[in-house]
């Protein structure tokens, strides 16, 4: 029984110190990124990792940026979905660039479709290119899970997604 109570003290510790450090290069890397970017949120990833959500927006693009507080900032997104306002009043996405599977690309959307909401901007649009194709099923999953329409054709390697504002 001390062994299990211990190690969980020892695993307590360990958490409470990884904590703390996140929290103190958080302050640290958010006083970096404010210097450039207007910072729009925090948020916890699934493994329980805190990131720092910053936006560039021009009026003609818009770029959602994540740093994450493992790391210094040293003036480069871990992560960022890269966008720009179409002449339809539309945000199309023209780009998504960073690590897979940590929660990043989740984080990043919700935070589009936000921007998107805030400046009664209906629809948020992309394309499926072959350049996708060797992640077209991890790509898929990841619109429908953000309610995304999405068509593809197989036979040209191409698609497109949509998300409607007024279904969510």
């Known amino acids: ?88 009043n539309n945000i199309h996405i023209g780009d998504i660039k960073g690590d897979a599977n940590k929660g990043f690309g989740s984080i990043c959307m919700d935070y589009l479709k936000n921007l998107a909401k805030n400046q009664n901007i209906q629809y948020i649009t992309g394309d499926i290119a072959e350049r996708d194709w060797d992640h077209l099923d991890r790509l898929i999953h990841f619109y429908e899970k953000h309610n995304f329409k999405v068509e593809v054709d197989y036979n040209d390697r191409s698609g497109e997604i949509k998300w409607n504002s007024l279904y969510q």
């Not at 695993?11 to 970096?32: A, C, D, G, S």
């Not at 818009?62 to 966008?83: E, V």
């Open 1 to 88: 029984m001390d062994d299990v109570e211990t190690k969980d003290k020892v695993e307590i510790q360990e958490e409470l110190e990884n904590l703390e450090f996140q929290v103190y290069r958080m302050q640290e890397n958010m006083k970096e990124i404010a210097k450039k970017w207007k910072i729009l949120g925090i948020e916890q990833t699934h493994d329980n990792s805190w990131v720092i959500i910053y936006i560039m927006d021009d009026g003609n693009t818009c770029k959602i940026m994540l740093d994450d507080c493992d790391t210094p900032y040293r003036g480069m997104w871990d992560f960022s979905i890269q966008a720009y306002y179409s002449e339809d």
